[in-house]
């Protein structure tokens, strides 16, 4: 990307480096070949996160850099404007009450995990590999319409086809729940209502699956008491969030930004 077809990014007279933009755009999303877009982004979130550091001289921040996990610190800036953040946010406590309507207002969001009787037939092979992949589809293919027209022959097929150790068992995998099997696997689950067997092979990392539901269980209804630290949690989270969008709204509408479109910060 040659960053000086794009114009200078200057926060309240200082000009951000084009290195610093450029360096952004990897972090943006844009459409293959359209580098005005991240550029535009990018520019946008620099701006502000030089707003913020602006913030933080202004106010006399001094914070020392945290530790993220084992062996990673926030760099000397992200200390900044964390310490910024902590300065001009504050959430007000989320009241019993409020949390109890909003659980009230529809409580069968809140449940137990599912849990789904499962059981299917792998034609295993590397997605990566062309001709095994193309091969093992074939055949999944085949033995779907044979599940398919007969039922009840599902589990011999998947002692004959199967390349799962739960061919042993006729492909019965047994109870599983959410976060037990590959994310591709568990969105067929999701999907596949119970009695019925995948109407097309289900590719995943390990192959092609002929998936049948045994039978869907879907999670009880939790008590108040259970979900409401969750519930406060997330309520705080979006309270905070929206006092950061009412902070950077402040702070872009004080401000002389030249080099980026600040446009969806309007008042």
């Given at each position: 990307?040659?960053?000086?077809?794009?114009?200078?990014?200057?926060?309240?007279?200082?000009?951000?480096?084009?290195?610093?933009?450029?360096?952004?755009?990897?972090?943006?999303?844009?459409?293959?070949?359209k580098p005005g877009i991240a550029w535009r982004k990018a520019a946008t979130a620099m701006a502000i996160r030089t707003l913020l550091l602006q913030e933080a001289a202004r106010l006399g921040i001094c914070a020392a850099p945290?530790?993220?996990?084992?062996?990673?610190?926030?760099?000397?800036?992200?200390?900044?404007?964390?310490?910024?953040?902590?300065?001009?946010?504050?959430?007000?406590?989320?009241?019993?009450?409020?949390?109890?309507?909003?659980?009230?207002?529809?409580?069968?969001?809140?449940?137990?995990?599912?849990?789904?009787?499962?059981?299917?037939?792998?034609?295993?092979?590397?997605?990566?590999?062309?001709?095994?992949?193309?091969?093992?589809?074939?055949?999944?293919?085949?033995?779907?319409?044979?599940?398919?027209?007969?039922?009840?022959?599902?589990?011999?097929?998947?002692?004959?086809?199967?390349?799962?150790?739960?061919?042993?068992?006729?492909?019965?995998?047994?109870?599983?729940?959410?976060?037990?099997?590959?994310?591709?696997?568990?969105?067929?689950?999701?999907?596949?209502?119970?009695?019925?067997?995948?109407?097309?092979?289900?590719?995943?990392?390990?192959?092609?699956?002929?998936?049948?539901?045994?039978?869907?269980?879907?999670?009880?209804?939790?008590?108040?008491?259970?979900?409401?630290?969750?519930?406060?949690?997330?309520?705080?989270?979006?309270?905070?969030?929206?006092?950061?969008?009412?902070?950077?709204?402040?702070?872009?509408?004080?401000?002389?930004?030249?080099?980026?479109?600040?446009?969806?910060?309007?008042?």
């Open positions: 990307m040659n960053a000086r077809l794009f114009p200078d990014l200057i926060v309240n007279g200082e000009t951000v480096p084009h290195a610093a933009v450029a360096a952004e755009t990897q972090h943006q999303q844009a459409p293959k070949g945290a530790e993220l996990g084992a062996g990673r610190h926030e760099s000397r800036e992200e200390a900044l404007i964390r310490g910024v953040l902590e300065a001009r946010i504050t959430v007000a406590k989320i009241a019993d009450a409020d949390i109890h309507a909003h659980w009230a207002r529809d409580p069968s969001r809140f449940r137990a995990p599912p849990l789904w009787e499962v059981a299917h037939i792998l034609m295993a092979c590397d997605p990566r590999d062309a001709a095994r992949r193309a091969s093992a589809l074939a055949l999944a293919t085949s033995v779907t319409a044979r599940a398919h027209g007969a039922p009840g022959s599902f589990a011999s097929l998947a002692r004959d086809h199967s390349d799962c150790p739960s061919a042993a068992q006729g492909g019965v995998l047994g109870q599983i729940g959410p976060g037990d099997s590959v994310p591709e696997f568990e969105a067929a689950l999701r999907a596949l209502p119970e009695g019925q067997i995948s109407a097309a092979p289900v590719p995943s990392r390990h192959g092609f699956h002929i998936i049948r539901m045994d039978r869907a269980i879907e999670g009880a209804v939790l008590p108040f008491e259970t979900v409401r630290p969750k519930i406060r949690a997330a309520m705080e989270r979006a309270a905070w969030v929206r006092q950061a969008r009412i902070l950077t709204q402040e702070l872009v509408q004080a401000a002389d930004i030249r080099g980026a479109d600040m446009s969806q910060f309007a008042a």
